[in-house]
């Protein structure tokens, strides 16, 4: 069973079109990985299934109910939430303040699963978000999008610019967060680690998805392992 489906999106940008009839599915419990280069269409992707941009025509649904054309925070009250590219925090105002602002209607009632996801962001509760690590960053980022109790989760680059011990805690993060039964849907440049977590994958070409399946098979596509692994498969 698909907890998301994306059927023939088109989105526009001026006189621009950026995606080209884009169809996408994210099932239940699953993990899906979205690779490409800079410039395909990811995060315009992201932003329009979570409503910050409007499609000009497809349609996206959640959990069986047609979300096309909601605004964010509707989308958000239906439980789909986003961690955005580039830790989108509120850097003035204390970890605690942005987990109440990622809780939303739900208020802090999220919060003792949340930190237990995330204990290091326990002990920092009262501290400036923004003097926080790039590492310790990312988590709030995350955790902020966690506390609105998604049934998807959308993420964005988040391994983008984490040292290498770091992008293994995200990752690792992620995964435990899809055993607290949270779908996720990850755009990211790590193709290994991505494909490596990832129960099915889609390659973006030019606004358009150009491959997609399992995950496995994917990682053993000639053309990416050559794009995307520097020339080695995922076992290397």
């Not at 580039?86 to 809780?103: C, D, W």
């Not at 978000?129 to 902020?144: F, N, T, V, Y």
């Not at 966690?146 to 993060?173: C, H, Q, R, W």
């Amino acid at each position: 069973m698909n907890l998301l489906e994306v059927r023939g999106v088109t989105v526009t940008m001026g006189v621009q079109e950026i995606l080209h009839g884009v169809d996408l599915d994210v099932p239940a419990n699953g993990i899906v990985a979205v690779l490409g280069s800079n410039g395909v269409g990811k995060t315009t992707l992201m932003r329009t299934i979570s409503g910050v941009y409007r499609a000009k025509s497809g349609t996206i649904r959640l959990a069986g109910e047609d979300i096309t054309g909601l605004k964010s925070h509707a989308i958000v009250a239906r439980g789909l939430s986003q961690a955005p590219e580039g830790r989108q925090i509120f850097a003035p105002m204390s970890v605690r303040e942005n987990l109440v602002i990622g809780g939303g209607r739900h208020g802090l009632a999220e919060l003792d699963r949340v930190l237990a996801l995330f204990p290091k962001l326990g002990e920092r509760m009262g501290q400036i978000a923004g003097s926080l690590s790039g590492g310790e960053q990312q988590m709030l980022c995350i955790a902020r999008a966690l506390m609105a109790k998604p049934k998807i989760l959308l993420l964005d680059e988040p391994s983008l610019g984490l040292a290498p011990k770091l992008v293994k805690t995200i990752f690792d993060l992620v995964a435990a967060i899809r055993a607290e039964g949270i779908s996720i849907l990850i755009v990211e440049q790590n193709a290994r680690a991505a494909l490596r977590i990832a129960d099915r994958a889609a390659v973006m070409e030019g606004g358009r998805i150009g491959l997609e399946g399992p995950a496995a098979t994917i990682a053993e596509d000639p053309r990416v392992v050559e794009a995307y692994l520097g020339g080695h498969g995922t076992a290397a």
